[in-house]
């Protein structure tokens, strides 16, 4: 770089970037996270005049991006790029000064917030896998517990039911008959759906069966919520008291099914390969009640500040939809 590009390219706190290609409209505003940088290619930068508020301009980006304002001066070849020549034609909204600093204000107070509770979920989840790595294998025991563990099948352990598709026709969304889990559609999220019902069910599972996908991708698990239907590409694992436990060692155990993985055309298990999965087994049920308890509240406690960061993040939609169309207006200090 020369002289000139050195003066030209260095980033100032403050300073806007902005993406050029691909994820169109994406930006962050630079906070002399490092004493000395430059930008190169495929980025903008935006340097407010007359003190516009970077954050005001950050969010009308965010909220831009959102409602597809940018698709009238994109050009477009394989890939989205947003040229200078037309991104300085955008039209802005120019409130007054203190007007900005407000709507700047709230909605980096909203970004900070989903910030700080993504980190949270982050450490959170980090956390919970110490837990599942320490406890499901035994390298930690939990107190009062000293009887040794062993090593057992799935088929030993608990009932195995493979799933069977009912006949088409039998299919309604109307709830009737029973509802249908049909293979990772419905457990890659560890949550089952009321997508299906039919009328006239196959193989069937109760209320907290631990469910488990058996065609590709294989492992998935979840936790029936409800006596259903079980489809082609799923199984459920019935162990009465021992469920939650078989649920943890089995969400651990999901690497572990690439070697078991078959098939030319897709990756399948057998009934066979499900039966004889080994898991590590606490010999006192005590301690796979407890080791449970202990794993069911970490996950009660992730589940509940994910919720809070979905609010969080709809919570900034609804503002953003609000305060950067006008429609909403906060209330400015008379100087």
Not at 94 to 100: D, T
Request: overall charge positive.
């Amino acid at each position: 770089m020369t002289r000139s590009d050195l003066q030209r390219y260095r980033l100032q706190a403050g300073d806007l970037l902005v993406c050029e290609g691909g994820d169109v409209g994406r930006g962050a505003i630079w906070r002399n996270e490092l004493s000395e940088c430059y930008y190169q290619k495929a980025l903008h930068r935006l340097r407010a005049k007359r003190g516009y508020d970077a954050r005001l301009m950050l969010a009308l980006l965010q909220y831009w991006s959102s409602i597809g304002a940018f698709s009238d001066f994109v050009t477009q070849t394989s890939i989205a790029h947003l040229p200078r020549e037309k991104f300085v034609l955008m039209p802005l909204p120019l409130p007054p000064k203190e007007e900005q600093r407000r709507i700047g204000k709230a909605l980096q107070d909203a970004d900070d917030l989903i910030a700080t509770l993504e980190r949270l979920i982050a450490k959170k989840q980090a956390i919970k896998q110490g837990m599942v790595q320490q406890l499901l294998t035994g390298r930690t025991r939990l107190p009062g517990f000293e009887d040794d563990w062993s090593m057992r099948t799935l088929g030993s352990v608990a009932t195995v039911t493979m799933g069977q598709s009912p006949a088409g026709s039998t299919y309604n969304s109307d709830a009737h008959g029973l509802p249908l889990i049909q293979g990772n559609a419905d457990i890659r999220d560890r949550i089952t759906f009321d997508r299906i019902w039919t009328t006239a069910p196959t193989k069937t599972c109760e209320a907290n069966d631990v469910l488990l996908t058996v065609r590709a991708p294989v492992g998935y698990t979840a936790i029936a919520s409800k006596r259903s239907c079980l489809g082609r590409g799923v199984c459920a694992l019935g162990a009465n008291g021992d469920n939650r436990f078989i649920f943890h060692a089995m969400v651990h155990a999901e690497p572990a099914w690439a070697v078991y993985e078959q098939g030319s055309t897709f990756t399948a298990v057998n009934s066979t390969e499900v039966r004889s999965f080994t898991i590590k087994w606490p010999t006192d049920v005590k301690e796979r009640e407890a080791v449970a308890d202990v794993l069911d509240d970490a996950d009660k406690e992730l589940y509940s500040l994910r919720g809070r960061l979905a609010k969080a993040r709809a919570i900034k939609t609804g503002m953003m939809q609000q305060l950067l169309t006008g429609r909403v207006r906060l209330p400015v200090e008379a100087s």
